[in-house]
Each structure stands twice: as C-alpha cells, then as structure tokens.
C-alpha cells in the first residue's frame, strides 16, 4: 500500500489567480470553449490546463495548517447534531509528515465563516490572498448564505514524536484523541484545554498556530512490535479501542477510567502480513472488522477469543481501508491497492460470497473511504489518482430517461458507456489524496486531506437538507 506522502514540504501561500487544477477566477485572455474531462480517459495536450466548474459546488474552500497531514478527524461539537445554515464552522484535529521527525505536530483547529450557496456557483474573485484559507466560493445570481466574510482559520499545535501516521477522536468525547505514529507509538492525548481556547478566541483573527505547546499524552503504549495505521474508538462503548500495527497483531484498550487504559498485551492475530485498518461495529459492543496486505477481511468477538471470527478474501490485491456503515449496519465496504472497491452483505456471509457490488473505476490504490453518516446509500472514496469520488449505490441507468433528457436540451449526452451509474461526484484539485470524511452534523459537507493541503466540499448534487428549504 502506498501510504507515505511524497516529499513532504511546507505548504505555502498560493496566488489564486495562478493556481492550477483548482480553477482560476481571472477571465483574461481568449475564450476557449469548455468541454468535461473525463478522468483516466482523457489526456491533458500540452498548455491544456484543467479548471473547476464551481457550479458543482455548494461551498468549497481550501486551507493548510503547515505541512502536510497524512491523517485528520473531525471533531463533533455542540453547535447543532444537524446544521444546514450557512456559514458554518467545523473542528478538527490532523497530524503532520514533516521533513524532520522533530518538525512533527498536532494541529487541533477552528474554521469559522465557511460560506456557501444554495444554488449555481459561479467562479469570482477572492479578497483572501493574506490567509492560510483559499476559498472558491464566489458570487452568483443566488444570494450568498453566510455573508462575504473570509473563512478564518485557527490552530493550536502540540508536538509530537514522529511523523503521524493516522490519529483519531473518540465521538463521545472528541477532546480525546488517539495517533498512531512512525516512530511505533500509540498515543492517547486530551486536547480540552486547547478546544476551550478555540472556542474562546476572537473570531477575526486568523491565526496560524505560530506557538508549539509541549504536552503530555495520557497513554503512551510501545507495546506493538512494528509502526502501524491502524486505529479505531468505539462507536457503543466510549473509550474502547484497537490499534493495529504493520506486523499484523492488534491490541485491545479498555477504558478504565477517563483517562487511563488497560491495555492487553496479548495481541488478536489472523492475519499473516500488515493490519491496514480496523473498525468498531456500529451496533456491537464487541465486535469489529479489520483488513490487511494479506488481501482478507476479518470479523472479530473480543468475547471468543483471538482469532477471527470470520475471515474472507476481500480483494486480489492488499485491502487498504474499510469502512462500516453505521446507518445499515449489515454494509461493510473496503477499498484495495488495485483501484477496486467492495460492498458487502454481512447477512450473506454464511451463503459464501456476500459482495453485492464491485466497482473498478479507480485505477490506482484507494487510500480511503467511508460512508455517509446521513445517506445510507452514499459513500466516499479517494484514490491514489487524485480523484475524490462520491456513489450513490441507489441509482441506475435510465436510459429512457436520457433520451428524454436529450430531447429537452436538444443536446448529445456524452457519457462514457462503462461510466457507473452510481458514480455521483468527481472532486479533483488535489495531489496526494490521502483520506476524506463527511462531518457527522453537516449534511452533505466533506474534507479531505492531501500533500498540498485541505478541502472543504459540499457537492451541490448530493441529497441532504439545504440552506433555506427549512425556512
């Protein structure tokens, strides 16, 4: 699995209007008629340059807390279990890849006056060239919901030993954190103190994180005989954790109070190379699922033992990453190193073959992916070839459909015949994807992290609740 990012380097402040592959926002120069790319079949010529059609967003933004984050998590908060008004402000914590070990950080930060529209973005310019946010929100026929306030970024950096290579909050009490770092740590931190100061700051003020704050983890566990990516709370019982590590053993953590763990040394084994990713089941207090280079999946009974309770083939190649959909929790998808990714039934796993969909869109690793926590059908998924992908395993080709549609705009539809139907949203702009998820209390919103930086997206054709349709 390729899970490094490739020659780390400090993101810098870019000029919007010269900004590649995102969208410029300049109308200088000749008209060019424009015509849709399609990724992995299309080839850029020579002076071709790709822009982003902003009609397709409700809002997008892009940020940097400094270097490259090969990991983040969005922290859930109390400002509303299910918000659609406009602007929003999202929390969050990452962990960097810096070009020196000793560089290493946590970022936990704020994001305030993430602006959007409810309908037809159109691209404009931008007055936030001085900040560390670039937005691509821009003016349009639609009012502008949340004002043309610049989104405000605000960070609090503790260091860290290492480079992070995944870290994670618990979703019952998002101030506890957990990082996996290359160093072979595991760390359990409490960053409290930090969101208390975020939440206290002045809301105009950027602010970089310039200060590094030197804090003590809770847990510092060394007992895993390898670094690891692996890592996952429980969603049912708060403070449960596991954490893999790349010689294929995974540990149990159980909470023994608020902020100390007992830790079992014997390790759950049953794969026979790295443990990829690992996660809780959303019902289960007991039970949860784990991938790995072997090309298996694995169901675990922490109450039967350390073995698996069942183990399949989930892929020809390594499985990367899984993910356990919490709205149906009978659905577990999981993305490989070959492009592929997988839906399966759990109910028919008794049958043999409980797959109920296979997509080869991708052709390069899939390095993340998760399902929607407020469409059940939905789910998203970054690859390796740049592409931040959405589905809708819901929808089908109506071809009557098209040719009525055809009819209407009396123009061709070119859609690629092997195009899937399900295939709802194709985000580009960034290098290095790495990994992407959905807020938990924004419909429709994403973030995504890659080496040259973050996204914020909100696709203007996913379902959810828009701004304005509860007025």
Known sequence: MARSLKNPKKAKRKNKGSKKDEGSSSNSGPTVPAKVWQPGVDALEEGEELQCDLSAYNSYHGFHIGWPCLSFDILRDSLGLVRTEFP????SVAGTQAEKSSWNYIGIFKILNVSGKRRDLVPAKSNNEDTDMESDSSDSDEEEVGGTKTPVLQVRKVSHEGGVNRIRAMAQHPHICASWADTGLVQ?????????????????TNNGGSNMFNQAPLVKFAGHKDEGYAIDWSPVVPGRLVSGDCKNCIHLWEPAS??????????FVGHTASVEDLQW???????????S?????????????KSPAVSIKGHKADVNVITWNSLASCMLA???DDGTFSIRDLRLLKEGDSVVAHFEYHKHPITSIEWSPHETSTLAVSSADNQLTIWDLSLERDEEEEAEFRTKTKEQVNAPNDLPPQLLFVHQGQKDLKEVHWHPQIPGML????????NILMPSNIESSLPGDNA
């Not at 929003?88 to 929390?91: D, G, L, R």
């Not at 902020?259 to 014997?266: G, K, R």
């Not at 973030?447 to 973050?454: C, M």
């Open 88 to 91: 929003h402000t999202v929390y």
């Open 188 to 204: 359990v931190w409490d960053f409290s103190s930090h969101l208390r100061a975020l939440e206290e700051a002045d809301t105009a």
């Open 258 to 267: 608020e902020s100390t763990w007992n830790i079992d040394s014997t390790p």
């Open 281 to 291: 089941s959303p019902t289960e207090p007991y039970v949860f699922a784990s991938c």
């Open 293 to 305: 280079v072997d090309g298996t999946i694995a169901i675990w009974d922490t109450r039967t033992g």
């Open 334 to 336: 999981s993305g490989s």
């Open 447 to 454: 973030i995504s992290t890659a080496a040259d930086g973050f």
